[in-house]
């Protein structure tokens, strides 16, 4: 009866989710050919509504660690559903990301995407999109902020393993710009697909910068490291059993 009744909580929480982006999009979009900082201001007040109210009806409270980016940098986060974009970009100044191009085609999303300035990229042709990646972030087409990059390549389940991409590598070696790893535990949560959100704590924590300067080999052995350790700790203390991966 409890999972029932989450379940039907959870389907309204969903359905008042993308209502609300279809809201403030009407209330925002206007405002934002008036300056980029509209833009951000939408992104920042849906994603904070977000948080509020999955807190308020399916019982996930959110929580961010660490001390969150304010400057130019390259966030490399652990990715896991829709649920730590949501809080990242709630709680960084500038965000954009590199994202996949068809996701400029997507209502609303991809307007914001480019209004924020994310960089699109084709990940079927990988040598291509790392080059447009580098020279988009280098010529300025894309103005830094925090630049949020998820090094997987995608969303990975909550104790799955996936390889790391060197895309993240190359903006670190290429830009000059410093890394904040981030971890999270909120595919314990709030899962890669279906409707199902569950009650609990996610967090996203923001991790030590590494300052540029690394060679790639040993920016990547750290960055994955930084990312996997820590999100296995989070997702621990989310009471995820990760004693099969050891």
């Known amino acids: 009866m409890r999972t029932a009744v989450q379940w039907v909580l959870s389907l309204i929480f969903n359905i008042q989710m993308y209502l609300a982006m279809v809201v403030l999009a009407l209330v925002f979009t206007p405002l934002t050919i008036f300056g980029r900082h509209w833009a951000f201001r939408a992104v920042h007040t849906y994603c904070r509504y ?8 399916v019982g996930l409270r959110s929580e961010i660690r660490g001390e969150v980016p304010t400057g130019e940098a390259i966030i490399a986060s652990k ?11 709630s709680a960084v100044p500038e965000p954009k990301f590199i994202m996949k191009k068809e996701i400029l085609w997507t209502p609303i999303v991809g307007y914001y995407g480019k209004a924020l300035g994310c960089i699109p990229v084709d990940r079927g042709k990988r040598g291509q999109a790392i080059k447009k990646m580098v020279a988009d972030v280098k010529s300025g087409a894309s103005a830094f902020g925090q630049l949020i990059i998820f090094p997987q390549g995608t969303r990975v389940a909550a104790g799955a393993q996936k390889k790391y991409k060197i895309g993240t590598g190359v903006l670190y070696s290429e830009t000059g710009r410093p890394c904040v790893p981030a971890a999270t535990n909120v595919g ?13 704590l996610a967090v996203v924590e923001f991790l030590p910068t590494i300052e540029p300067g690394l060679e790639m080999d040993a920016f990547m052995a750290e960055m994955e490291q930084s990312v996997e350790v820590n999100s296995n700790r989070l997702m621990e203390e989310a009471g995820l059993d990760l004693s099969g991966n050891a």
């Open 79 to 89: 990715h896991q559903s829709f649920f730590d974009i949501i809080m990242i970009v």
């Open 50 to 57: 977000v948080r509020w109210s999955a807190a308020r009806i």
């Open 188 to 200: 314990v949560f709030w899962k890669r697909h279906g409707i199902m959100r569950h009650p609990g």
